[in-house]
T-cell receptor
Framework: DAKTTQPPSMDCAEGRAANLPCNHS???????VYWYRQIHSQGPQYIIH???NNETNEMASLIITEDRKSSTLILPHATLRDTAVYYC????????????FGSGTKLNVKP | DAGVIQSPRHEVTEMGQEVTLRCKPI?????LFWYRQTMMRGLELLIY????????DSGMPEDRFSAKMPNASFSTLKIQPSEPRDSAVYFC???????????FGDGTRLSIL
């Protein structure tokens, strides 16, 4: 099963870009990488997902390496409200609907 | 659009009592998921449905847990009898189709005394 590895915590200054790394070295060729975040006491919130190409939406950018073994989520201008646990997720085995959330990265955005 | 709606938001009950958690998925979503989150084990998938049919319940911890989806707009997760170790936050999520992003509700914080 493809699993992910993320640093347990990171700090970022308000207004600066936050770059959150994720290793998924066992990912299969047809597996998407998903990013979610969870703000304290709320449900996980979908951010972005991608397969091979870099992706961007109104919340963030996702950079996936050419070998697909790692990715980086970029929050271009972090705000205090971006303080949360960020999860990099791939599916469990061949089941497209089973996500392995792991421990995530606690991002602390500081004034 | 309304998101996934869960009720109650908080539940406190005594050991041995029956607990029923409720979920209304986003309209038009074919998949519904139940998760449990604890400090020790993180976020775990319990069961998921496709078009109201249970597909994978391998995450359900034991026979005390059961889930139903009588129609496309409603699902329940029931624990009977409840035990203190069932204390956790239970999330419901739904997705439009296979492999699509899952959208989560705000969860039910369950405390079993």
């Amino acid at each position: 099963d493809a699993k992910t590895t993320q640093p347990p915590s990171m700090d970022c200054a308000e207004g600066r870009a936050a770059n959150l790394p994720c290793n998924h070295s066992t990912i299969s060729g047809n597996e998407y990488v998903y990013w979610y975040r969870q703000i304290h006491s709320q449900g996980p919130q979908y951010i972005i997902h991608g397969l091979k190409n870099n992706e961007t939406n109104e919340m963030a950018s996702l950079i996936i390496t050419e070998d697909r073994k790692s990715s980086t989520l970029i929050l271009p201008h972090a705000t205090l409200r971006d303080t949360a646990v960020y999860y990099c997720i791939v599916r469990v085995g061949d089941n497209f609907n089973k996500f392995y959330f792991g421990s995530g990265t606690k991002l602390n955005v500081k004034p | 659009d309304a998101g996934v709606i869960q009720s109650p938001r908080h539940e406190v009950t005594e050991m041995g009592q029956e607990v029923t958690l409720r979920c209304k998925p986003i309209s038009g979503h074919d998949y519904l998921f139940w998760y449990r989150q604890t400090m020790m084990r993180g976020l775990e998938l319990l069961i998921y449905f496709n078009n109201n049919v249970p597909i994978d319940d391998s995450g359900m911890p034991e026979d005390r847990f059961s889930a139903k989806m009588p129609n496309a707009s409603f699902s329940t997760l029931k624990i009977q009898p409840s035990e203190p170790r069932d204390s956790a936050v239970y999330f419901c999520a739904s997705s439009l189709s296979q492999g699509q992003p899952q959208h989560f509700g705000d969860g039910t914080r369950l405390s079993i005394l």
